[in-house]
């Protein structure tokens, strides 16, 4: 398969970036999207070039580090899959591919494709916890009765990776549909409730201190999702926000 790439390139968060096209062959169907950028970069180095940086970690759809815009689209034209999961089966031969990194003032460049996204971890350490004395004090997970609705839809909060995807897809750049999976996570379980009002209110004042754009329901978000997680989080964070602020 022959393919044209249109890249963005960028030094770094400072300097000024630019779309650099390179072609490539031979790439076969069954190759990930990723190996189809490590087959680049093994000829840029073989001719001296610099080569193009990308995030990567597991390449399993696990750890959301393999975050890139393909075509306007965050992780590619697929559904449910992260960039490390797209394979070339979906492009065919002669298509021309635009890469670029997420575009958020949150999410600053830190070379090529490469984005800083701790902004994330800042949200999490705000209040993505729950507070317990383990001190000889263990007790087994399964003691505490939990509703098996409330216990599924933690669940499925709790699959968030953290990519990025949704602040990516959004058009204010909102981190809303992330921020509510780990309130949700939380909410959902008596574990929880203890710090639940401190929980969503610092949160979502760390999201805001952070620079993403607020939620208009446009719902591009739930469908760039790599792992799916549903727009009724964001109901639920609202929700909770509310209540929280109404107890003063």
């Keep these: 398969m022959k393919l044209t790439l249109k890249i963005w390139r960028q030094e770094n968060a400072n300097a000024k970036g630019k779309m650099v096209t390179y072609p490539i062959d031979g790439i076969e169907d069954d190759m990930s999207f990723l190996e189809m950028l490590d087959v680049l970069n093994e000829e840029l180095i073989a001719k001296g ?18 975050s890139l815009q393909i075509n306007g689209e965050p992780h590619g034209p697929d559904r449910l899959v992260t960039t490390c999961q797209l394979h070339m089966r979906k492009f065919k031969d002669g298509d021309t591919i635009v890469i670029e990194p997420f575009r958020a003032t949150a999410f600053p460049v830190i070379k090529d494709l490469i984005v800083d996204r701790s902004s994330f ?23 505490i009765p939990v509703n098996k609705h409330d216990a599924d839809d933690s669940f499925a909060a709790a699959t968030c990776i953290g990519c990025g995807a949704c602040v990516a897809a959004c058009k204010n750049a909102s981190a809303m549909l992330f921020t509510s999976a780990k309130v949700s996570q939380y909410a959902l379980l008596p574990q929880g409730q203890v710090e639940a009002v401190e929980r969503v ?17 446009t719902g591009a978000c739930e469908i760039e999702c790599p792992k799916g997680i549903s727009l009724e989080n964001i109901a639920r964070m609202n929700r909770e926000y509310l209540s929280a602020t109404t107890k003063g």
Excluded: K, W
């Excluded at 070039?49 to 393999?66: K, L, S």
């Excluded at 949200?123 to 007790?139: D, E, R």
């Design 49 to 66: 070039d610099d080569p193009v940086e990308f995030d990567h970690d597991c390449r399993e759809g696990i750890c959301g580090a393999c």
């Design 121 to 143: 971890d800042r949200i999490q350490h705000a209040g993505g916890y729950i507070s317990v004395n383990t001190s000889g004090n263990t007790i087994d997970a399964n003691s």
């Design 201 to 217: 209110e610092n949160m979502v004042r760390q999201m805001d201190l952070e620079g993403f754009g607020n939620c208009t329901n």
